[in-house]
């Protein structure tokens, strides 16, 4: 099995695996193993860009206004 081309929302959970802690948005591509989970840590994304949101909503009006835009030449 191999991470399929494209994005991934990573729901991080807080110290006791309890409730949602935040939202992360990172490219698939950085996940070359052949692994269902992952384990990441500030030492993982280190040095490259991440998109970290604090509620479902603002992930949500990110991907809306980012995937959601009609594209220019669209008839």
């Given at each position: 099995?191999?991470?399929?081309?494209?994005?991934?929302?990573?729901?991080?959970?807080?110290?006791?695996?309890?409730?949602?802690?935040?939202?992360?948005?990172?490219?698939?591509?950085?996940?070359?193993?052949?692994?269902r989970m992952f384990w990441f840590s500030k030492e993982f994304y280190s040095g490259r860009t991440i998109n970290r949101f604090?509620?479902?909503?603002?992930?949500?009006s990110f991907l809306f206004e980012r995937v959601g835009k009609p594209k220019a030449n669209a008839a």
């Open positions: 099995m191999r991470w399929p081309r494209g994005w991934i929302v990573a729901v991080r959970l807080d110290e006791k695996n309890e409730a949602v802690f935040d939202y992360v948005l990172m490219p698939s591509a950085w996940l070359t193993f052949n692994r604090d509620t479902f909503e603002a992930l949500s």
